[in-house]
């Protein structure tokens, strides 16, 4: 009898902590202490539409690395923690760094219209499954691009929670970003402003909306 009882007890201790290390988008919507780590915007697979004088090499080189650092260069500008209810997320963006540096940049640009909209959950989890994050544990939070798009001035981003060690996705869902009616001088800025719409547009909306969707 003790013997069962130490194996039941064995078992839902097990159960028990399988359970706690769980990853869920349901997790992350209903316990504002669930942390949530940054990772960066990918740009793997992102299309720019109608900017024929862009240099694609120096988008790739240079400017995506650009639009990564400034929005974790000025949190308060880009207040990513405040969208997601969060006091504070820490960050790393050596993961998208590396693999941006790593996309076509023959394929970057595009005047098809249509690259604003082709993306599908199955998209996402493609360049999701294509990271090496180590050991890392934890949720993450990734702003996978769709598309740039000069001629709309605006951006598509995929914002997507994932799970690091197993790499399945929580969420993902598509949100659109502005370029400011006071652009910005070079590309960085042109773009990064547009970024900062999308993440106000989550502040404003978007989690309340997630949150009823995936929380209770």
Not at 33 to 48: A, M, P, R
Not at 142 to 162: I, Y
Not at 184 to 192: D, I, L, M, T, V
Request: net charge neutral; proline share 0%.
């Amino acid at each position: 009898m003790k013997h069962t009882i130490k194996v039941l007890v064995f078992a839902a201790s097990c159960f028990f902590l399988n359970n706690s290390f769980a990853q869920t988008a349901k997790d992350v919507f209903n316990n504002n202490e669930t942390s949530i780590f940054y990772l960066g915007v990918d740009f793997t697979q992102s299309k720019l539409i109608d900017d024929v004088t862009a240099n694609e090499n120096d988008i790739r080189d240079r400017q995506y690395d650009g639009i990564n650092e400034v929005i974790v260069a000025e949190p308060k500008k880009y207040d990513i923690a405040k969208a997601f209810h969060r006091s504070e997320m820490d960050h790393d963006l050596g993961y998208v760094n590396k693999k941006n540096e790593n996309a076509n940049a023959a394929e970057i640009k595009s005047t098809n219209t249509g690259d604003f909209h082709r993306f599908t959950d199955a998209d996402v989890a493609k360049v999701v499954s294509s990271y090496d994050f180590g050991n890392k544990k934890g949720v993450g939070l990734m702003f996978v691009t769709e598309a740039m798009s000069k001629s709309k001035k605006a951006v598509a981003v995929w914002v997507t929670l994932l799970d690091m060690q197993s790499k399945k996705v929580l969420m993902t869902e598509r949100v659109e970003g502005v370029v400011s009616k006071f652009g910005g001088f070079g590309f960085r800025n042109y773009w990064a402003s547009a970024f900062k719409d999308m993440i106000d547009n989550i502040s404003k909306k978007g989690y309340d909306n997630w949150r009823s969707k995936y929380g209770n």
